[in-house]
């Protein structure tokens, strides 16, 4: 800033001087502003990246190895899964928690606790974390399973499904499908995550 005297001498300041400095200090200012921005984006995308690819190599075959893994056993063991009973089951234990989801988040998560209270919180978490993947195996299995039999898809040795009589299963198909978009409920039918949440 540079000071100067008027008529009477009294010191004045240039204004010229200071609105030029000030737009220097402002466009500085913005530049940081825009790189800081350039560089959260950079590493907003990395990470947005990194959850992609984690996702999709890492957690999908994870979760697809688990219902697998549910599936089987349940085939295995089929005398104790009956179709009817895994799809009604399932769907009762999917009710059951869905209506009971904000009084359990409650009492296991969000209240007060005693450290040993949190172990025990913690626990219960991933208790219903797998009582909801075998419901979800049980309804889907279930499902599935029904719809075979009512479709009458008939099936080889190795289990691969026989032309005869699929064209009721591709009729099923086209019917859900336009009942989904019908709906708005498409986007259900995607199962894979391709982001995961890390708390």
């Known amino acids: ?10 010191p004045t300041m240039d204004c ?17 502003v825009i ?12 990470l947005s ?30 005398d104790y899964f009956p179709l009817l009973g895994c799809f009604l089951v399932g769907m009762g234990i999917h009710i059951f928690l869905a209506t009971c989801q904000n009084s359990l988040h409650r009492a296991i998560v969000e209240s007060d606790k005693h450290w040993t209270l949190k172990i025990v919180s913690q626990f219960l978490r991933r208790c219903y974390t797998y009582l909801f993947l075998t419901a979800t195996v049980l309804h889907w299995r279930g499902g599935w399973g ?8 008939q099936f080889s040795e ?4 026989q032309p005869k009589g699929s064209h009721w299963f591709l009729i099923t198909w ?9 709906l708005k409920g498409l986007r259900n039918s995607i199962a894979p995550p391709f982001a995961i ?3």
């Open 146 to 153: 029904l719809l075979d039999y009512l479709t009458q898809v």
């Open 158 to 161: 190795e289990f691969v499904a």
């Open 16 to 32: 010229k001087t200071e609105d030029h400095n000030e737009k220097i200090l402002q466009d500085g200012i913005q530049k940081i």
């Open 35 to 46: 790189v800081r921005q350039e560089s959260l984006v950079r590493n907003g995308n990395v």
């Open 174 to 182: 086209v019917l859900c499908v336009v009942m989904l978009v019908i």
């Open 49 to 78: 990246l990194v959850d992609i690819l984690l996702a999709i190599f890492v957690v999908t075959p994870l979760v697809v190895f688990a219902w697998r893994g549910s599936w089987g056993l349940m085939d295995i063991y089929v």
């Open 1 to 10: 800033m540079r000071h100067s005297v008027d008529v009477n001498g009294v």
């Open 197 to 199: 949440f890390f708390p």
